[in-house]
Structure formats: C-alpha cells, structure tokens
C-alpha cells in the first residue's frame, strides 16, 4: 500500500463559484480556483497552505477527490505489461469537451476573488533534484498555433504522453512532470483521470513519448487526483488533476527526467506557451506540439484562459507555461489544455491555476509513492 507523506489542507480567501456540468472534451489552459486537498469524499479541510506565504483570512475549501492506482507492486507490473507498443499506438483520443450552453462566465467580483489569493511559484528542478534559480523567458519567443518542437531542451523530457483505459478503450491524453516533494508528481488534466463518473484504469505517464519511443521508460500511475468540482460535475472550470507515480528502476520520476515549475494565483492575459501530443488529425500523437501567444479571458461559456491554437484531442493535459524559455525549455507550469468551442477551433482553452489547482498539487507531491 503507498503512504501518505504529508498533506496541508489549503484555506483560500476566494468566493465560491456555481457548479457547471459538461460534457466531455479534450486540450487547453488552466484558469480558475479556490482550495482542495486529498480525499474521496470531499470533506472540508482546515490549515494553511503550505509555502503559500500567509494567505489571509478565510473559509476552508473542499478537498481534492482522491482515488488509489496500482499502488501494489504486482499491480504495477501488470499496467507495465499491459501497455505494448501496438496498443499505445492504437489508443485515441477523447470526445470534445464543452461548457454547458449556461455557463460560468468570468466576472469582475471573480477576478477581484482571484487577486486576493497570494500568487504561489515554485521553481524548476533539473534531474537530480537541483533547483533552477535564475529562469527568464525568451527575449523573443515565436508565436506558434500548432508547430512541432524542435529546439530540444527540458520540455522535451518532463512533457510526455498519458495512457489509460477508459470504459473498456484505450486512450490518451498529455501531462507534464514537476517539482514536487515526493519527486513523482505529473499535472494533467481532470479528464484525463476521471469522465463519465469514474476514474480511468491502467493509467500511465510516458515521458519524451516519440513516435513510438519511450527513453524514459514507462511511469505507473499509484494515486490519482482531482478538485471535487471536476469529480462532482465536470465542470471545466476545474479540469485539473495531478498523478503520483511509482518508481521505476530504482528512481524517482524527476530525479530522471527533472520537473518543471509550477504556479498558482498568478496575473491572467500573459504570454504563455502550451505543449501537447495532439492525437486527432491532422495530427497522430507521435510528435510535441506547442502554441504560443498572449492569453486572453474567455468571454463566452467559462472562466478559463484561452490561447490561440490549433491542437486537437490528445493535447488534453498537455502544460501550459508562463516565462517559458525557448532556449532551456524550461518555464513555470500555470495551465493545461482542456476545451475547445467547436464553432471556434482555433482557441485552446484551459483552468486558471488557482487554489483549487494549488490543492490538488499539494495532495499529489506530498503522497508517498509506493
């Protein structure tokens, strides 16, 4: 059985938000929070929030909903063998998610909400656990709505692909690997661990995914999380999920491929760059593929960041970073993609990265992986 290191239940000084059922969808930014923490009935929790330099005043949140993977080490080896090479080429992506036609849209009150949680960062860390200390942007970054990566860099280890069975088929979906205390924590997003009203089976983070190579092996899913809005409603204004993997060889998850920096309470309408390995055409899943542009607020059915791109389902969960540096390939993880309009596909949207976002990755890189 895994162990659970040490988890803080997060207090947030933001206002509630009505509840937004959906269907399902794939790929775009984080935008949206306020609190949650482990545990599968969503009760509420009580503390501070850990390294969040003294959040003030407020009202408990509820927390993230928890759900345990193979956290046996014979349950291990039996997702490790399941997943051939044949079937991870064959696995497709999800069904478009969408907002309901009611949805929650992006107020003033919800912005002023949102300040008033104190910003949180925490750095990248190379393999081996050194902290990355000194990160800036690209002076010049080029904008992209849906070009393969080719400059390298970390991005191209911490990035990788998701598999998993979902209602008796194989599926994928994207993550991305970050600095975490337990040093096995991937952020994804919350349809890619759960639709449908359960969560998915056989799930797997393959780091550097491409076409067809795994050069950082193949990483089992032990723990799964998601906000309780995402497990209760989907509504995708909290599509974030974070995953807790096992070992492999001995070693821990960053401590091979290195962890990206990740954020929460941040500025909206920033220069951001998204990665992901779309599955549906004209895309087939075999390459990273990565937009870039400024955010901006989506003004229709949700309270997400939207970002002009072109990716298709696959993408979903795939990293969104601000100060991205396109010569490291190093930046700070602040969104994932989750939805698109369907009379709109050149916009990715996802959740804005707030507490509820924060929660769920402090439940995640404060659980012990088997």
Not at 51 to 65: K, M
Not at 192 to 202: K, L, S, Y
Not at 243 to 268: C, E, K, M, Y
Request: with cysteine.
């Amino acid at each position: 059985m895994r162990r659970k290191a040490r988890l803080v239940p997060i207090l947030t000084a933001i206002a509630g938000s009505a509840l937004l059922s959906t269907t399902i969808a794939h790929g775009a930014t984080a935008d949206a929070g306020a609190g949650a923490t482990a545990g599968t009935a969503g009760t509420a929790g009580t503390a501070s929030a850990a390294g969040a330099g003294g959040v003030t005043s407020a009202r408990a949140v509820p927390q993230p909903v928890e759900k345990e993977a193979a956290d046996t080490r014979k349950e291990q080896q039996t997702v490790q063998r399941y997943w051939t090479e044949a079937k991870m080429e064959a696995a497709k992506p999800l069904a478009a998610l969408v907002p309901e036609k009611d949805g929650a849209r992006l107020t003033a009150g919800a912005i002023a909400a949102q300040a008033a949680a104190d910003p949180v960062s925490v750095p990248a860390t190379e393999p081996g656990g050194d902290t990355v200390t000194a990160l800036k942007g690209s002076a010049a970054a080029r904008a992209s709505t849906g070009a393969a990566w080719t400059r390298g860099g970390a991005i191209v280890k911490t990035a990788g692909r998701v598999f998993f069975t979902y209602q008796g088929r194989n599926a994928s979906c994207s993550a991305n690997a970050v600095t975490s205390e337990n040093k096995s924590t991937v952020i994804t997003a919350g349809h890619c661990v759960r639709m449908g009203g359960a969560f998915h089976g056989n799930w797997v983070f393959v780091p550097g995914y491409e076409n067809g190579d795994r050069p950082h092996g193949t990483w089992v899913a032990t723990t799964l999380y998601t906000t309780p809005q995402w497990n209760n409603s989907e509504d995708v204004n909290y599509d974030v999920a974070s995953a807790v993997v096992a070992p492999l060889n001995g070693r821990s998850l960053t401590d091979v491929v290195g962890g990206q920096g990740v954020s929460f309470n941040q500025a909206r309408r920033r220069q951001m760059h998204s990665f992901g390995y779309p599955a549906a055409a004209p895309y087939n899943g075999s390459r990273l593929i990565y937009c870039a542009g400024r955010a901006f607020d989506d003004f229709l059915m949700s309270r997400d960041i939207g970002l002009n791109c072109n990716m298709t389902g696959g993408s979903s969960g795939g990293p969104w970073f601000l100060d991205f540096n396109e010569s490291t390939g190093l930046g700070t993880l602040n969104s994932v993609n989750s939805f698109k309009y369907a009379f709109a596909t050149g916009w990715m949207f996802g959740p804005y990265f707030g507490t509820e976002a924060q929660a769920v990755y402090e439940a995640a890189q404060t659980t012990g992986a088997p």
